[in-house]
């Protein structure tokens, strides 16, 4: 796993999101996804882990257009795709049991969630 995107893996994202939107399974859910990320990169969210924690449960899958910080702890297991991870908070998750997907695998799952 990559902790940190280069410029190509954006546009991939972001070719990856374009195709999900237009497809039957959750295309909203992907439009916004994309039009998140389709910002330049100094307005795109940074989340801690404590909001991560908060707004998730056990279980849930979830999507950052932006990077992960480490500010806080999960004391859960979720599954997460983000842009980005600080170094630490690569640790924290995998630590917590946490699967760090790419937006590959995230894009079959169900019921996901946007944090920012």
């Known amino acids: 796993m990559k902790?940190?995107?280069?410029?190509?893996?954006?546009?991939?994202?972001l070719d990856l999101l374009s195709s999900a939107s237009t497809s039957d399974k959750s295309p909203k859910l992907w439009k916004r996804v994309h039009t998140?990320?389709?910002?330049?990169?100094?307005?795109?969210?940074?989340v801690n882990l404590y909001k991560i924690n908060k707004y998730s449960k056990e279980g849930d899958n979830i999507v950052v257009p932006g990077k992960v910080l480490s500010?806080?702890?999960?004391?859960?297991?979720?599954?997460?795709?983000?842009?980005?991870?600080s170094k630490k908070a690569a640790d924290l998750l995998a630590s917590a049991g946490c699967r760090m997907?790419?937006?590959?695998?995230?894009i079959g799952q169900k019921r996901i969630s946007i944090i920012k």
């Open 71 to 85: 500010v806080g702890m999960m004391d859960h297991k979720i599954n997460i795709a983000a842009l980005e991870y």
């Open 101 to 106: 997907l790419d937006i590959r695998e995230m």
């Open 3 to 13: 902790i940190n995107v280069e410029r190509n893996d954006v546009k991939e994202w």
């Open 36 to 46: 998140l990320l389709a910002v330049p990169a100094r307005r795109r969210t940074s």
